[in-house]
C-alpha cells in the first residue's frame, strides 16, 4: 500500500526501465514490421491510458470523452500531413488545386482559415498541445467551477465525444467526413508510408509514451498527486485546507487530454489517418477499459493493460469478430467486480511477493519479515 | 439586525444578523455574537440547534441567506472556502475528515500553508522545515509512531487528533473545532483535553462541545444556541444558572 513519496526511486527505476526493454528491444526483435506497426497503434492508446491514471484514478475525475482529445491532436497531425500531401503539384487535376482532396469533392473553393495554421509544422506541434489544453480548460472550468463531479461529469463528457462525431461526421467539407482525413504522404518532406519510416516511428512513439510515463510518475509524487488523492477521497477536507479543488481538477483535466492528444497526433503518424471512429463514445469508453483492465492507480499497469486488451482484441476480433464488444464488456465487468486494481493489483498481491521471497532467499543475512518492513519503512520514511 | 451601532472595539470575529434558511426553515435566526483575540469560546445547544451550520457558515460551507461575518476587516460571506483558510480560519468537522488512503505524514503535509496553487504543489520539496513540523505535530497529537501508516488504520480517537493536527499545522488564527471528543474513550478525552489546552495558545477558539466537564475546563465564555438563535450567553457560572439555560439544555 505505502509507496515511497520521491520521484523515481528503485523499484520504479527497475519498472520503467524493464518496459523500455520491451518496448525498445524486445518487441522489435520479434514481431515483424506489420506486428511492430499494430503494436504502435496500440502505444499510442496508451497515452490516454496514463493520462485517465491521473485524471481518473488519482483524481476521481471519470471522463468518457477521451477521445475528443485524442481527435484534438490526431486531426491536427493530419492536417498538417494532408496540406502537405494537397501540394498544387500533387491536385492539379481538381477544380480548385492546392487544396485536400475531400474539400474539392464537397465544392470548397479556398482552404478554410483554420487549416491555415497547419501549413506550418512547428504551429502543427504547439497547437496539438495547446487547443487540448484550452479545451480542457474551458470544459473543466465550466463544469469544475460549479461543482459538477461524479457521474454527471462523466455523462457532459459521454456527450461531448458524441457531439464531436456529429460534427466531424456532418461538416464532411472541413472534416474529411466519415472516412476522416486519408492518403497521408510526409512529414516535412519524409516519406512515412515506407516501412524503414514506419520503424522509425515506432520507436519514436514508444520513447515518447516513456517520456510520458516518467513525467505521469513526476506528477504522481510530487504533492500534487497526493492532493489529488486527497480530493478523491474528501474533496471538502481539501478545500478546507486551502485549497481551490477546482483548480486541481481542471490541471489534471487539461493534463489527461493534452496526453491524449499526443497519443492522437502519434496514431496519425503511425497509423496513416485520422477518422472518427477513433472520437466518439466506444472508443472513449475502450480507454477507460484499457486502464480499468491495467489497474487505474497504476501508471505502468496502464500501459500494459492496454497492450493486453488490443492483442486480446487483435486475435479476438480475426476470429470472432461479433464477439468482441461482449468480451470487453465482460472483461470491464470481471475487472470491476473481482479485480478492481486490475493487472497492477494482480502483479502485486500474486507475483511481487514470490519475487521478494526469491529475492530474500538469496540475499545473505536472512531477516525476518517483521524487521525487513521496519527496514523499508525506515528506507521510505523522509525523517531518516 | 439585533445590535444598535456597531460594537466599540475591535473584534477578531463579528458575526451580525446571520440567517440562513433551508428550504424556508431557518436553521440560524438573525444571529449576532462576537469572538475577541485570544478568546476561547464554547458554543453549546441540543441537537438540531444550529452550531454546526454556525461553522458552516463561518468557513464558507454554506452560504448564508443575510447577516453578515467579518473576520479581521474581511468580510467572509464574500469569500470562497480556500479564500477563507487563507484568511486564517481552520475548521474542524464533526465526524472525523481526513485523507483515509494517505499516510499520517501526508495527512498532515497537505495541510502544511505552503505549495497551495497547482504550480506550488507540484513543485513542492519535502524539506527539512517541512519534516520537522511535522514531526512537530505528529508528536503533539500522539501519533508520531504512526506517521507511516495510512490513516485508514488509525482508531476512531485517532483520526480526531490527526485532523486536530492538520489544523494545527495549518496554524490558523481562528480555530473551529466541531465536538472534538465525540466519540473518545475517557482516556482519550483527557489526553484530547491536554492537547487543545496546549494549541489554543496564541490564537482564538470556537468549540462546539457537549461535554460539560470539558467545557468548564477551556471556555472563556459560552453561547447557548437554540432553534437558530442565542439562547443565553456569559460566563460558564451565569449561562449554567440561567433558568431558560437549564429548561432547555442542562435540564435532562
Ligand atoms: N444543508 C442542510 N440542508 C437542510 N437542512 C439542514 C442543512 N444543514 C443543517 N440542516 C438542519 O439545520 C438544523 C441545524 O443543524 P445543525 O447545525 O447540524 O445542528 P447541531 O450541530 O446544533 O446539532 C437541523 O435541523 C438540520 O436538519
Ligand atoms: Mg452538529
Redo the contacts between chains.
Sequence with gaps: ??RA?SFMDLKDLIAVGLLAIILIVVFPALLDGFRLNLVAKYLTYAFVAVGLVLCWGLGGILSLGQGVFFALGGYGMAMYLKLEASSVENTKIQSTPGIPDFMDWNQITELPYFWQPFHSLPLTILLIILIPALFGFVIGSAMFKRRVSGVYFAIITQALAAIATILIIGQQGYTGGVNGITDLRTLHGWDIRTDSAKFILYFVNAILLLCIVGFAMY?RD???G??L??M???E??????????A??QI?VFCLAGVFAAIGGAMFTLNVGFMSPSLVGIVPSIEMVIFTAVGGRLSILGAVYGTLAVNFAKTSLSESFPELWLLGLGGLFIAVVLVFPNGLAGIWRDYVQPHIDRALKLNSKDPTDPAANVAKQ?AA????E | MTTIGTPPKEYLLAVEGLTVSFDGFKAVNDLSFYVDENEIRVIIGPNGAGKTTVLDLICGKTKSSAGSIRFREKELTKMSESQIVLAGVGRKFQTPSIYDDLTVFENLEISYPRGRSVLGALTFKRDAAVRERVAEVAEAIFLKDRLHDNAAFLSHGQKQWLEIGMLLIQDPELLMLDEPVAGMSVSERIKTAELLNTIIKNRSVLVIEHDMKFVEDIAHKVTVLHQGKILSEGSMEKVKNDPKVVEVYLGH
Design positions: 500500500m505505502k513519496p506528477v510530487s504533492k500534487l497526493r492532493i488523492v486527497a478523491r477521497d474528501k471538502d477536507r481539501v478545500r478546507f485546507s486551502g485549497y481551490s479543488v483548480n486541481f490541471f519503512a521510505a520514511s523522509p525523517a
